[in-house]
């Protein structure tokens, strides 16, 4: 088959995940995008598959400490703290910019204990600008010692039932890397009503700085991402993928197109693209079209032909 | 603000340690504000993977390479290396790829130029007050204070004279100009000039100083600072610094690099700021 021939076909990227229709599998990871309005001057968002939000709380949260944020070889690590405007300020001020892009808009939550969650879903699910709700269960339980909800899965359980009862929206909950066996927190959540899952979250991590033996974080310990952390993002979205049949998100150190394949391939049915974006604010742009590129190359027709084709 | 994929026109060590590097950069002698930044990034490398948030010292016009062409409109940057991307940048050449996102941040407050003005920079702090110095409407108003640990760390004081402000040299050591530090300078100088606006930029102790004197002197200042950032576009938050006011419950953070990097000292709270002082990125210091 000859080069030309290929590109007259007609190539389809689009994918579905939790019943939500995107036109390519490329989105970003909450907390690496803002808002949408902070690259709207360097990227099209009508691009993108999706919008993911930064993780919006009931109330306001104001964050920690800096430095907040400090590179590490191949990655960076970051305490931001979930600095957010509320869900209230994001409702009048944030989304009514992202409601004009003809792009799904994902609003990442988070809450301080299991009825906060379900206080922010529940607000949540009464806005028709909002395509669904992504769940990050990788914060502190302050109700019970502030034991990460992501990391004990009966706790990890409860909180998704919690936000299922109150929300019709496609759910899709983020699960920490930081677990002995992610397939268990996988199972549970799946069993508590997620109707997908997008993980890695970022690694914990933690860099000294050797002349004044003080950690480089504020707060000590941080988050790591970046190209460093893809290899073991991969191996987690495969396990998550072997142990739940609801759709998997894959993230994790992805700024090429071929980073994205190989979370295709393990089988997440779309990705998240996070530090990269910080590295270059037109990185999906161009990871979107690498991914057509090679898909021509390829000779494939379609991106879901991709998906779950791991050969072992 | 716009994402540029260009190159490297010149890189050269103006004392030791310290570079200066001259970049293509389309529209930004239009664009670039005095005080504002860009987001460097050396092209195509994963490592180092963040860009490098630097101050813009001048945006001007040089010839093109012939007749027939437009004039190359360029930037220049001044950086001192300190760490691993720094390292990396010594050894760029003369068409060498880079990126430069920007011109970004808020800069200098022009309105508050006309009457006497005072510029205090510290170290690799005097970059972003030249394209400052070169707005002043009446350049005999503006006198420039440069201080330094040592005279290695006094930069382009010619540049400055040529502007014809008033140049005052001190070094910490005393190898250059007046011995001690450049806040000590700046205070001799108010009792000249009580009614100079100052504005600063260097390190955060320096910075802190001159905060404490302008305050007792009730003289208005704006100061340009630096923190660690990954995105510059006000989206990673990772940047921020204390607003007037901040408390626990009341939080105030606003982003160096949108809100700032220059800010006006009354905006901000100086009770507990805190900052990173070993940067290698020249926002300031």
């Known amino acids: 088959m000859?080069?030309?021939?290929?590109?007259?076909?007609?190539?389809?990227?689009?994918?579905?995940?939790?019943?939500?229709?995107?036109?390519?599998?490329?989105?970003?990871?909450?907390?690496?995008?803002?808002?949408?309005?902070?690259?709207?001057?360097?990227?099209?968002?009508?691009?993108?598959?999706?919008?993911?939000?930064?993780?919006?709380?009931?109330?306001?949260?104001?964050?920690?400490?800096?430095?907040?944020?400090?590179?590490?070889?191949?990655?960076?690590?970051?305490?931001?703290?979930?600095?957010?405007v509320g869900i209230e300020q994001f409702i009048y001020q944030k989304l009514p910019f992202l409601e004009q892009f003809d792009t799904p808009v994902i609003v990442n939550f988070f809450g301080n204990t299991q009825d906060e969650y379900g206080e922010v879903a529940a607000r949540l699910d009464e806005l028709p600008g909002v395509a669904g709700l992504e769940m990050n269960i990788s914060c502190p339980n302050v109700k019970h010692g502030g034991i990460v909800f992501g990391t004990d899965p009966g706790a990890a359980f409860a909180a998704v039932e919690a936000v299922r009862k109150n929300t019709t929206k496609p759910l899709i909950v983020k699960l920490t890397p930081n677990v002995t066996d992610i397939q268990v927190t996988a199972r549970a959540v799946a069993e508590a009503g997620a109707d997908a899952i997008s993980l890695i979250n970022t690694l914990t991590g933690m860099a000294v700085d050797v002349k004044t033996r003080r950690p480089r974080l504020a707060n000590t310990i941080g988050g790591l991402s970046g190209p460093a952390v893809r290899p073991i993002?991969?191996?987690?979205?495969?396990?998550?993928?072997?142990?739940?049949?609801?759709?998997?998100?894959?993230?994790?150190?992805?700024?090429?197109?071929?980073?994205?394949?190989?979370?295709?391939?393990?089988?997440?049915?779309?990705?998240?693209?996070?530090?990269?974006?910080?590295?270059?604010?037109?990185?999906?742009?161009?990871?979107?079209?690498?991914?057509?590129?090679?898909?021509?190359?390829e000779g494939i027709e379609d991106i879901n032909d991709v998906i779950g084709t791991l050969s072992v | 603000m716009k994402n540029h994929k260009t190159i490297v026109l010149s890189n050269q060590e103006i004392s030791p340690g310290y570079f200066r590097m001259r970049i293509l950069a389309p529209d930004y002698s239009r664009l670039a504000k005095p005080g504002q930044f860009v987001m460097f990034r050396v092209q195509r490398s994963l490592l180092p993977l963040l860009r490098r948030p630097f101050g813009i010292f001048r945006a001007g016009f040089m010839p093109a390479d012939c007749d027939t062409m437009p004039p190359k409109e360029f930037i220049e940057i001044i950086y001192k290396v300190v760490g691993?991307?720094?390292?990396?940048?010594?050894?760029?050449?003369?068409?060498?790829?880079?990126?430069?996102?920007?011109?970004?941040?808020?800069?200098?407050?022009?309105?508050?130029?006309?009457?006497?003005?005072?510029?205090?920079?510290g170290g690799i702090g005097l970059v972003p007050l030249y394209m400052l110095a070169e707005s002043i409407p009446d350049p005999s108003m503006a006198e420039v204070l440069i201080g330094g640990r040592s005279r290695d760390d006094i930069i382009t004081v010619t540049e400055f004279e040529r502007l014809g402000v008033k140049t005052f040299v001190s070094t910490e050591d005393g190898s250059l100009g007046d011995a001690g530090l450049?806040?000590?300078v700046l205070e001799s100088r108010l009792e000249q000039k009580p009614a100079a606006r100052v504005f600063a930029c260097g390190p955060m102790p320096m910075i802190k100083a001159v905060e404490k004197i302008c305050r007792s002197r009730q003289v208005q200042l704006q100061v340009s600072l630096e923190e660690l950032m990954a995105c510059g576009v006000g989206?990673?938050?990772?940047?921020?610094?204390?607003?007037?006011?901040?408390?626990?419950?009341?939080?105030?953070?606003?982003?160096?690099c949108t809100v700032g990097p220059v800010f006006h000292a009354d905006d901000l709270d100086w009770e507990d700021t805190v900052s990173a002082d070993d940067c290698e990125c020249g926002v300031k210091k």
């Open chain 2, 84 to 121: 691993s991307g720094t390292d990396i940048m010594q050894g760029l050449h003369q068409g060498d790829p880079v990126e430069l996102l920007g011109p970004l941040g808020t800069g200098f407050d022009l309105n508050l130029t006309t009457g006497d003005s005072i510029l205090v920079g």
């Open chain 1, 233 to 297: 993002a991969v191996r987690l979205v495969h396990q998550v993928v072997q142990a739940v049949n609801i759709p998997v998100i894959g993230i994790g150190g992805i700024s090429r197109a071929m980073d994205a394949l190989e979370f295709l391939i393990v089988g997440a049915t779309a990705v998240q693209v996070g530090t990269a974006n910080f590295v270059d604010p037109n990185a999906m742009a161009t990871i979107i079209d690498e991914l057509e590129t090679f898909c021509r190359d």
């Open chain 2, 182 to 184: 450049v806040t000590r």
């Open chain 1, 2 to 84: 000859n080069r030309r021939k290929k590109e007259d076909k007609p190539l389809n990227l689009q994918v579905e995940v939790a019943g939500i229709t995107f036109k390519n599998p490329i989105m970003p990871a909450s907390g690496t995008f803002g808002y949408g309005e902070e690259y709207a001057p360097y990227l099209d968002l009508n691009a993108l598959g999706a919008i993911v939000t930064k993780g919006l709380s009931l109330r306001p949260r104001a964050g920690n400490d800096t430095p907040r944020v400090c590179e590490t070889i191949g990655g960076m690590l970051n305490a931001i703290g979930l600095q957010n």
């Open chain 2, 235 to 256: 989206a990673c938050l990772g940047c921020v610094v204390k607003g007037k006011g901040h408390s626990t419950e009341k939080p105030s953070y606003l982003c160096t």
